[in-house]
């Protein structure tokens, strides 16, 4: 039986927006946090892996947020390793707030890689009996699939920094969501509430390369709208793709 790890976390003034309602990328921190927590605790963690020569990997997220937590509040994120196929590895999270009530819930599929050769290997027996997992699920963990667009209604460019390198030593994982939402029209932003966004990240970028990031608006109805993100490096090679919707 899988094993369920919970941690606390305070809303801090950093990890709010104008309106003092925690931002999307802060969700997406205590997401990466909890999961990083529950492996160090059960032994799974930087440690093991360094051991090890693997490490856990990004691959795809979608995050419903049915209410985001104000500045101050205490929330709770509880996760569990749900099913591991092969070489991936489901994740299930769940975000309540001081009264219990569900706010939140995300799925992230990762993969395991091998530090070295920077490409997938089997998951080691050692990692099912570490989380709880009995053996490969027999049923498809792929993620509902994201829509893609031609269309590139807005465009913004970045020049990667140091900052944003993680100790993969590859772009951090939230930092692409940020990118994405910098290209959407502020009047979007200050008007509409970001319910759901799924994520799939496709290839790595390094420190000093440049990055563009697009996107496109599509308007369902006078309270609720999809946009659709591409993220580019320098030689147009497709790094990302997100697909969020919105409500007013």
Not at 74 to 90: D, M, Q, R
Request: charged share 25%; net charge negative.
């Amino acid at each position: 039986m899988s094993k369920k790890f919970t941690k606390k976390y305070e809303i801090h003034y950093y990890e709010v927006n104008s309106n003092l309602r925690c931002k999307l990328s802060s969700i997406i921190d205590f997401v990466c946090d909890v999961g990083t927590q529950q492996s160090e605790a059960l032994g799974g963690g930087i440690d093991y892996c360094t051991k090890n020569n693997c490490a856990w990997v990004f691959y795809k997220y979608d995050i419903k947020m049915y209410r985001y937590p104000m500045f101050g509040e205490i929330i709770s994120v509880t996760t569990e390793a749900i099913g591991f196929k092969k070489f991936y590895g489901l994740r299930k999270y769940t975000i309540n707030d001081e009264n219990n009530n569900v706010i939140g819930e995300a799925l992230a599929l990762f993969f395991l890689i091998n530090i070295d050769k920077r490409r997938p290997m089997r998951i080691q027996d050692e990692q099912y009996h570490i989380y709880g997992v009995n053996g490969d699920v027999d049923y498809d963990i792929s993620m509902d699939k994201i829509e893609r667009t031609n269309d590139e209604q807005y465009y913004k460019q970045f020049s990667i920094r140091y900052s944003d390198i993680d100790s993969n030593n590859h772009v951090n994982n939230v930092k692409y969501v940020e990118w994405a939402m910098e290209a959407v029209p502020l009047d979007i932003i200050n008007n509409y509430t970001l319910k759901r966004i799924k994520v799939v990240f496709e290839k790595e970028t390094t420190y000093g390369d440049k990055i563009s990031s697009t996107a496109a608006i599509n308007v369902i109805d006078e309270n609720n709208l999809k946009s659709y993100h591409t993220i580019k490096n320098s030689e147009g090679t497709e790094l990302t793709l997100l697909e969020a919707d919105w409500k007013k």
